[in-house]
């Protein structure tokens, strides 16, 4: 634990404020107990009789007792947050070099077996202060250890040397070497230190950097990895589960703290992990809630650089990712445009083939009325019964004919739709028209009633043609749904905003078609717009799906709302948008006056 905690406190900080001034405190620190020791091993040698020289015990003991209340002091200085960090470690490195002068003053001067002392403060002023923190130590050590050795030649020792075997030295030359060597020595640990500093400091702003781009990188990573639809798994070289994204999650319905670390075969059965399997397959996947989805996945291999210090590194080295995609609703999506696809076709085909028929029809049922006068003619004169029979088959003819020529109508009107002629007209008028149609096919909807609450001076925006045939297609349907009951059919109309539009400052008018009949199914809700769906014999089943062309080319919606409770029947609502502003209403409605004019 202690050595753990040393390598935290020795790790480098991004702050070299704070890292500084970590390391001053290790410095003080390192001074204390480098001294203790330092004097503790000289009594012991002394103790044992070794050749060795040391102060008295109480001058030992005050030397010891100054340098630990300094550096206790220096070390709770520092706590404060100190201002001037670089001022205060130079005071500190200093500071050592006057101890270390007084611990190699006290223990022989030139004899000193503490001389190299010396070092550890020009060391510290180096890497920790720069170039002019170990220049400054190393100058300060010179100073302090030539003035020893001058002290020691003019014989100004302490008086306690008398009392050990400690010999003067003779020669000025001798003390001039010493001093030279050790001169050399400060300054060349001084520049050194202080060049291993300068290239530690280069090397942990490039270790900061790389750090701090390293938690970038992963940190966008995992952003990819949580955020992205396609759900990831990786599984190691013993099919263990290792990790796994949110959207797998959402896809499986497995949580990650429920697999990870379990076998992969375990939760997923169906998923065969193959050695170099880089297929895609697609299969019907049980969720865990029991639900059935489609998805697709791709197996891939990960190998990745085997970690020495794991047993088994090779075999997790051997990774393997999967990637799942839930792809029940692309398949469906699909499956509505190769719907769609066909319906076109099919509908420009029929198309083709009505526009065909609408020249063939017409001559027949021309020839047709035409037979039909004769034959009435011929009737009041005589009573022949092959005269009322044919009457019959011609009536027979010409029924069907104009069934044939709505179909074909319908067929036109959905395979080639025209262009939207947009202009103000009066709703009312346009409804009781559809029901004046409505109400003349009596052999085809005998007892329909159809009622209109429109205000009379209402006007309504789009293509009046479009807007009839609308309510044709709906009124029609209602009177085959209400043909076993005696219930009205009631066109209602209502203005104001459509709340399910986006568009919130758009004005819209709403057209319902209410009937009390038989209604709509719920099953097939959702296939009544659907080209050529019927449960009509007699009809292509085209009517709704124009209505719905129509109002899209309108730019509106069109609802099936659900009956009031207790009643029954069937309410189709349509809502078209209106110009926005009442000045646009005047001006379509003056551009139709001049039209009409001319």
């Known amino acids: ?337 190769r719907e769609s696809e066909k319906m076109a076709t099919i509908g420009e085909l029929s198309g083709a083939v009505a526009h065909d028929f609408r020249n063939p029809l017409a001559a027949i049922s021309g020839s047709a009325q035409i037979l039909n006068v004769h034959t009435k003619e011929r009737l009041k004169n005589s009573d022949d019964p092959i005269i009322s029979t044919n009457r019959h088959l011609i009536e027979i003819i010409l029924r069907e004919s104009d069934r044939m020529e709505k179909t074909i109508n319908d067929f036109l009107h959905y395979s080639h739709p025209k262009e939207l002629e947009p202009e103000w007209f009066n709703l009312k008028r346009v409804v009781l028209d559809a029901v004046r149609q409505i109400q003349g096919k009596k052999s085809r909807y005998p007892g329909c009633v159809i009622t209109a609450d429109i205000p009379e001076h209402l006007d309504c925006w789009g293509d009046q043609r479009q807007i009839q045939i609308i309510l044709i297609h709906l009124l029609e349907n209602s009177c085959f749904g209400s043909k076993d009951t005696a219930e009205p059919i009631l066109v209602q109309v209502t203005e104001g905003q459509d709340q399910r539009q986006d568009q919130e400052e758009q004005p819209f008018l709403c057209i319902a078609v209410i009937d009390q009949g038989i209604g709509i199914a719920d099953t097939i809700r959702e296939k009544v717009f659907t080209p050529f769906f019927s449960t009509r014999e007699d009809s292509a089943g085209l009517g709704l799906a124009i209505v719905q062309q129509f109002v899209e080319q309108h730019k509106g919606t069109i609802h099936l709302l659900e009956p009031e409770q207790g009643r029954q029947g069937c309410t189709v609502e349509i809502c078209l948008p209106l110009p926005a502003t009442p000045d646009e209403k005047e001006k379509e409605k003056g551009k139709k006056r001049g039209k009409e004019k001319d």
Not at 197 to 226: G, M, P
Not at 270 to 295: C, M, W, Y
Not at 317 to 330: E, G, M, N, P, Y
């Open 1 to 337: 634990m202690a050595i753990n905690k040393l390598i935290r406190e020795l790790t480098p900080l991004q702050d070299s404020s704070e890292q500084l001034r970590r390391h001053l405190i290790w410095m003080i620190m390192t001074r204390v107990i480098l001294f203790a020791l330092l004097i503790t091993v000289t009594a012991v040698l002394q103790h044992l009789g070794r050749n060795v020289i040391l102060p008295p015990n109480a001058v030992t003991m005050a030397f010891l007792s100054v340098v630990f209340i300094y550096s206790i002091g220096s070390a709770g200085l520092l706590q404060t947050k100190t201002s001037h960090l670089s001022r205060f470690g130079l005071i500190q490195v200093l500071s050592d070099t006057v101890f270390s002068a007084l611990l190699v003053l006290g223990t022989g001067c030139s004899q000193s077996i503490f001389r190299p002392i010396f070092i550890f403060p020009v060391l510290a002023g180096g890497l920790n202060l720069n170039r002019i923190g170990g220049l400054l130590a190393a100058t300060a050590s010179s100073l302090l250890y030539g003035a020893i050795l001058l002290c020691e030649y003019f014989e100004y020792i302490p008086p306690f040397y008398s009392h050990t075997n400690y010999i003067p030295p003779d020669y000025f030359l001798d003390v001039v070497n010493i001093f030279s060597v050790y001169v050399v020595v400060f300054f060349a640990i001084g520049l050194l230190s202080s060049i291993v500093a300068a290239r530690l400091r280069k090397t942990e702003e490039a270790l900061t950097r790389t750090s701090v781009q390293f938690d970038r990188l992963n940190l966008l990573y995992k952003q990819i990895f949580d955020d992205i639809n396609t759900g990831i798994i990786t599984v190691d070289g013993r099919n263990l589960v290792t990790s796994c994204n949110i959207a797998f999650e959402k896809i499986t319905g497995f949580s990650a703290e429920k697999i990870i670390g379990l076998p992969f075969d375990g939760f997923f059965p169906p998923i065969i992990l193959r050695e170099n399997d880089e297929s895609k397959q697609a299969l019907d996947f049980t969720k865990q809630d029991g639900s059935t989805t489609r998805v697709r996945f791709t197996l891939a291999q990960l190998n990745l650089p085997a970690d020495p210090e794991m047993q088994g590194g090779g075999e997790d080295a051997r990774c393997k990712v999967i990637t799942l995609q839930d792809i029940s609703v692309l398949e469906k999506m699909e499956q509505q445009v």
